[in-house]
């Protein structure tokens, strides 16, 4: 993970150019009181500060600074687009700016995956006076999703995540378990083992748990498929390619649970990670299959491509009889939720409104924004089925909303549960979001949970 204090932020740099913040509101009387050789230059490059924009200003022995144009200043993603903008260097800000904004957006805007391809050149680096470690670690969390997303599935499978999950709790102190292969049917996981046995890298679930008896105690869920080729009922070459995203809220419930570790936060977390990888074998499930599942409800497997909520439920079923005082789960789950509502804005799913109303909150003060779908009960008619419980699909009507509902009938009646159906992906690069694995709900889930431990 990046060295976020000395690759991006700098605290003794005397000689750090100028870099004007300035908005589209302020554009007129800043450029009005500089000189008039910047007032001409500034006219030349049409720079009226934009949302986005930057310019280089000319000095005396050559680049004398810079000014890039913010819109909303509290948005981190209005600060983005300074580190690869900017040449390389140290670079101090002058003008109005909200200082965890753009500490936090430079943070996001810095970010390249390296592991297999150097980065061009390094980013501008901020120079501050003193670094916000909450700042620091947010910067860390997202980089922790974008890092697990981006590695391929050779180097990100059920037995890499583990070690992961392991190294993060050995480095916290937390305690670790994993149950693997088939010692997950011994202990009554039959519906992951389904899923994951197809594969000659075994399926897993991931446990960490850490924090006082005494605080409250939220389960924290992510679905860990590693590679999702849809099963024997295959994907499509292109709806397969990206594929190695499936681990996307696996990703997102881990660098959750590192965040809270690493601020010190008052509560008490499970984080269970079902990891496995859906893959083609001749004892791979089948369509018309019934399988078991932890909580005692058999279910009709209708198509093998929905096999996130498949191995979510047995996790869920698991957390709940843990009695926690919340549970969240974070998967790629449904293609129906970026049909509904883009690439951008993760689904949001609750059975308790208050839970739903802090996660919005939370995106609202974190510029992360989440969306609250309903869960429409009477959809669960899609998921009938004649010779079992439950069916895992169906019907292509309402698709987050059935899978939402399929997976809440393995959480305990009565125990607060939100479900995040997120892209975890950019498909292509802007700025703070380059094109690749993507952490969206995270920093909304982080402020909710602040909130909560008070």
């Known amino acids: 993970m990046t060295d976020t204090t000395t690759d991006l932020f700098a605290t003794d740099a005397a000689a750090a150019r100028a870099l004007h913040v300035v908005t589209r509101e302020s554009c007129a009387a800043w450029r009005g009181a500089q ?35 913010i819109g909303d200043p509290r948005d981190p993603d209005s600060y ?31 970010y390249r995956f390296t592991r297999y391809k150097a980065a061009a050149r390094r980013p501008a680096r901020l120079a501050i006076d003193a670094v916000d470690a909450e700042i620091v670690d947010l910067v860390a969390a997202t ?29 916290h102190g937390a305690t670790f378990q994993s149950i693997v292969g088939d010692a997950l049917l011994e202990q009554n ?39 999702d080729t849809g099963g024997l009922d295959i994907k499509p070459g292109d709806g397969m390619r990206n594929m190695k995203k499936d681990m996307g809220g696996a990703a997102h419930a881990i660098a959750l649970a590192e965040l809270v570790m690493a601020r010190a936060l ?34 009709e497997i209708d198509n093998t491509d929905a096999e996130g909520r498949v191995v979510l439920c047995d996790a869920l079923a698991y957390a709940g009889e843990q009695s926690p005082d919340v549970i969240l789960d974070f998967a790629t789950l449904t293609g129906a939720a970026r049909i509904a509502l883009g690439p951008d804005l993760p689904a949001l799913f609750s059975n308790d409104d208050s ?24 959809y669960l008619r899609y998921l009938t089925s004649s010779v079992a419980d439950i ?44 094109q690749g694995g993507e952490a969206l709900g995270l920093r909304a889930a982080w402020s909710m949970l602040k909130a909560r431990a008070g």
């Open 35 to 69: 000189p008039a050789a910047v007032r001409a230059w500034l006219e030349a490059q049409g720079f009226d500060a934009a949302p986005g924009a930057l310019v280089l200003l000319p000095g005396d022995n050559g680049l004398a600074g810079a000014a890039i144009g």
């Open 189 to 227: 996981f039959p519906a992951i083992h389904a899923v994951g046995r197809a594969s000659h890298r075994a399926p897993r679930l991931l446990q960490l748990d850490w924090g006082d008896a005494a605080h409250p105690h939220v389960a924290i869920v992510g679905k860990g498929v590693c590679f």
């Open 391 to 434: 069916a895992n699909a169906g019907s292509r009507m309402a698709g987050a909303v059935t899978a939402a509902l399929y997976l809440e009938r393995f959480v305990p009646e009565g125990t607060p549960w939100a479900h995040l159906d997120t892209y975890a992906w950019n498909d292509s690069s802007r700025a703070g979001h380059p």
């Open 355 to 378: 839970l739903a109303g802090a996660w919005i909150q939370g995106g609202d003060a974190m510029r992360d924004p989440v969306w609250r779908m309903p869960l429409w009960r009477p």
């Open 266 to 299: 008052p509560l008490r977390i499970t984080l269970l990670v079902p990891a496995v990888e859906n893959a083609i074998a001749p004892n791979a499930y089948r369509p018309g299959d019934v399988i078991a599942t932890r909580k005692g409800i058999h279910v």
């Open 143 to 171: 980089t922790r999703v974008r890092d697990l997303v981006n590695t391929p599935t050779e180097h990100m499978g059920p037995e890499q995540m583990e070690a992961v999950v392991r190294d993060i709790a050995a480095a």
């Open 80 to 110: 983005a687009h300074a580190p690869y903008g900017l040449p390389e260097g140290d670079w101090r800000v002058t003008g109005a700016h909200e200082a965890a904004a753009l500490q936090l957006g430079w943070g996001l805007g810095a």
